[in-house]
């Protein structure tokens, strides 16, 4: 399970369809301890070459939070990402790019510049698979 306050959920969602046809991503942020709870999120850049297929997040902002949570009761709990035109499904892409199966992934499908659905999992890249994690708004 995956709580989360309905403010940052409009904030990934509105990054999705201001991102279309391209992929939107971010940094989700939350407590290290307890259930996983979003308590900020931080979008990143698109830096992958095709940003209509795939998504990378800037390392820069990646270790930027990470020197800044250090001492922290708050650590990167995962990321967002959008689907343009697709389901709010990993991707193959998606599992093969999964190397933190601590981390939680949220992926949110637009079509026509509109988002549809937004869904959360955890991805084992070595199994090539992934479980749904339930979203609970806060």
């Known amino acids: 399970m995956l709580l ?3 403010p940052l959920l409009r904030i990934i969602v509105d990054a999705a369809e201001a991102a279309y046809p391209e992929e939107s991503c971010g940094l989700l942020i939350g407590p ?3 259930p996983a709870r979003l308590v900020r999120v931080e979008p990143s850049a698109n830096l992958a070459a095709d940003r209509r297929t795939g998504f990378e997040i ?12 250090v001492g922290s009761n708050e650590q990167i709990l995962g990321h967002y990402h959008s689907h343009p035109d697709c389901a709010s499904t990993p991707s193959a892409c998606d599992l093969a790019m999964a190397y933190e199966p601590e981390f939680i992934w949220i992926i949110t499908s637009v079509f026509d ?16 698979r992934s479980t749904e994690v339930q979203i609970i708004l806060l």
């Open 32 to 34: 290290g301890t307890g």
């Open 4 to 6: 989360m306050p309905a």
């Open 113 to 128: 510049g509109h988002a549809m659905s937004t869904r959360a999992y955890r991805l084992d890249a070595g199994q090539q």
């Open 58 to 69: 800037d390392p820069a902002l990646r270790f930027r939070l990470m020197r800044e949570l």
